[in-house]
């Protein structure tokens, strides 16, 4: 995925319809993150709708009320993979 996180797609924090969240650990800060993605049997809509949320969260900023946004990986987006990284 990123060579700055280490995955540990063993240790899933949520499931839903349509995606994954689970844990990782950023390097440089060795803290904790979060790394949300969709399922690969997902259709188009679904897909889209983590591209929305990553756009959203990247023209918000930071907010005392939401998650704060650490990145995304896209390098894959032609095969549905993103991960979308939040603290």
């Known amino acids: 995925m990123l060579s700055v996180l280490s ?4 240790d899933i924090i949520g ?12 390097h440089s800060s060795r803290k904790p993150v979060a790394v949300k993605t969709v399922k690969e049997e ?20 930071f907010h005392p ?12 987006i032609q095969k549905r993979k993103v991960y979308n990284i939040l603290e």
């Open 15 to 26: 499931k839903g319809t349509f995606g994954v969240v689970f844990k990782a650990t950023k």
């Open 7 to 10: 995955p540990d797609s063993e």
């Open 65 to 76: 009320n939401i998650v704060e946004f650490v990145g995304a990986v896209t390098k894959d």
């Open 42 to 61: 997902v259709d188009v809509s679904a897909f889209k709708t983590i591209l929305s949320e990553i756009k959203i969260l990247i023209y918000l900023g």
